[in-house]
């Protein structure tokens, strides 16, 4: 396993990490393989697990922090976030300072461990101030409950309005952002957030890296039954279209040349840009896992990266694109 900082701050996250939404805390993996899966990543090096107090309304928190509890806590980077209501309470959401104060502590009671090492702000809230946020974030890293804080799905304005609040006021700034990056899905983070994050040193662990599967070549002839398309539509319907389908099937003759899979291709791609300190993948099968971490040790030249993106063709346009 590769280990990268996240952006400037001295503490490494697996290049390739662990998600547990959808697939954990909401009965559609069976508890053993749930387990199973865990106990393989973090065999196989992967020290950071990404969670949200959302996932499966607690129930990922629950089950993933059940698993991680045999492992020496300091090897684990344990994210969790907030934002998403909890329940029909009109306080249970938001990044309002209650909403903040009380859902880690419900969140570290779910997870059994006394501190998160990454706190996220799921998405911004309009309604609250960030001034208003970003103290609440500070005085949680000062209370020891948090290590690093940041944000998901926040434009870069946003970000940078965070960023000069904690400068002005000498706060803990944001470390790391999450937003959805991969070969299918690429402006927001390539025109938009690399020129933000990048000079501040905040470093991006990107969800979705392998499009919720759609870049692993299992839809190239069709939505298996036992796969996330089958059992949720929307994501088939953001992803499944003739025209990726096409660029897929034509990435298998560059990952065959290079003798790994798409799943590997994929994620590297992703790990070209050095601003990503992580891609985060979600699986429901050992074997997923075991051919995601792999990816890694991969390294594709320019020459690779170029027949790549002829295949894309959507590069966005950018001086970083
Ligand atoms: N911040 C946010 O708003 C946000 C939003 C979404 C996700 N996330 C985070 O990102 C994590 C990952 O998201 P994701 O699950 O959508 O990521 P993903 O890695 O793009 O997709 C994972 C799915 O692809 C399939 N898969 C994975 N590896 C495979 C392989 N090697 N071969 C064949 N199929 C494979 C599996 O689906 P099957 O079911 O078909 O087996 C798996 O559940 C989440 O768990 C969460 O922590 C964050």
Known sequence: MQYRRLGKAGMKVSAVS??????FGEGKVP??????IVERAYELGINYFDLADIYGKGGAERQMGEILRQFPRHTLVIATKVFWPMSDDVNDRGLS???IMESIDKSLQRLGTDYVDIYFC?????ETP????VRAMDDLIHQGKVLYWGTSEWSAAQIVEAYEICERYNLYKP???QPQYSMLWRENVEKHLLPVVEPRGIGLVVWSPLAMGMLTGKYDEGIPADSRFAREPWAAERYLTEENREKVR????IADELGITRAQLALAWVLRLNAVSSVITGAT???????????????LTDDVLAEIEAILGNAPTSEHA
Do not use: F, Y
Not at 18 to 23: D, P, Y
Not at 31 to 36: I, T
Not at 122 to 126: G, K, L, N
Not at 130 to 133: G, H, M
């Open 175 to 177: 470390q790391v952002e």
């Open 97 to 99: 300072r209650k909403h």
């Open 130 to 133: 960030i001034e208003e946020t």
């Open 285 to 299: 099968k050992v074997s997923q896992v075991e051919d995601n971490a792999r990816a890694a040790d991969v390294v």
């Open 250 to 253: 034509r990435l298998k003759r």
């Open 18 to 23: 662990l998600g547990g939404w959808i697939n």
């Open 122 to 126: 799921h998405r911004p809230d309009p």
């Open 31 to 36: 508890d053993d393989e749930a387990r199973r």
